[in-house]
């Protein structure tokens, strides 16, 4: 209910007015059944704005961060991300990728949309970079199609560390789906699934434009922390 509201009343008519996002593809959208939509990730604001403009639910695996901030203002964070259904996923340890996993397949055993940024993060430069495997290893084992999404302009009305976003019109492109059926059964090897999310990932540059890097993006951007003489920040692990 709280999502609904949220979608009809609240979120989805503030975004469309202020953003009047051009949505392209939405046709590619299954109108039922299990399907994973893979995007790049350049802005807090996707979040929001993909699922203000799809006629189905989606589901997204989101960062543990958001359910687990300090104060008033982590309570109300976690809360609304509570509210609107999404998964937290602790990324650190060495399960945090099949803990991703289940819950991803849990979402599409039940015949919904599941949203997944094979980016693994945020791009800190705009540039579309490596995807992690995991949206491969979910599409063969699930056997669902995956539909490339692409966030124009997002990166430009809400960078990282940008609080309140500027007031500018985005596209959201959608992709025709992509069929891994050949792959069933290859989820355990590493060439396949690597082949599969590059096909991923190419089909997402295809839509964005993107400058590509072939490097993970959490390296990357500790690699430019570094370089920039900010202390580099590395995962907490549970006990």
């Keep these: 209910m709280f999502y609904q509201v949220l979608k009809y009343v609240v979120i989805g008519p503030l975004l469309r007015l202020f953003f009047r996002p051009r949505i392209e593809g939405l046709e ?25 403009i799809l006629k189905r639910r989606i589901t997204f695996l989101a960062k543990a961060e958001y359910f687990t901030g300090p104060g008033v203002k982590g309570r109300l964070t976690a809360a609304f991300f509570r509210g609107i259904g999404q998964i937290p996923v ?22 919904e949309l599941l949203g997944i940024y094979p980016e693994g993060t945020r791009s800190h430069d705009g540039r579309l970079y490596k995807g992690k495997v995991g949206v ?8 669902v199609p995956v539909v490339p999404c692409a966030m124009v302009g997002t990166f430009e009305i809400q960078p990282p560390g940008q609080v ?8 959201i492109r959608f992709g025709e789906p992509l069929d891994f059926s050949r792959y069933a059964g290859m989820d355990n090897q590493k060439a396949a699934i690597r082949a599969v999310t590059d096909e991923i990932m190419y089909a997402i540059l295809g839509l964005s434009g993107q400058e590509y890097v072939d490097e993970y993006a959490a390296k990357a951007k500790a690699a430019q922390a570094e370089q920039d003489g900010q202390p580099r920040k590395f995962p ?3 006990r």
């Design 164 to 171: 309140v976003p500027r007031i500018r019109r985005v596209t």
């Design 136 to 143: 491969a290893v979910m599409a063969i084992r699930a056997q």
């Design 236 to 238: 907490k692990r549970r």
């Design 28 to 52: 590619h959208i299954p109108e039922e059944g299990a399907a994973i939509v893979a995007g790049n990730h350049l802005s807090f604001s996707d979040h929001f704005l993909m699922p203000a």
């Design 90 to 111: 602790d990324r650190s340890g060495k399960e945090a990728g099949q803990a991703a996993i289940r819950e991803g397949l849990g979402v599409l055993g039940k015949g």
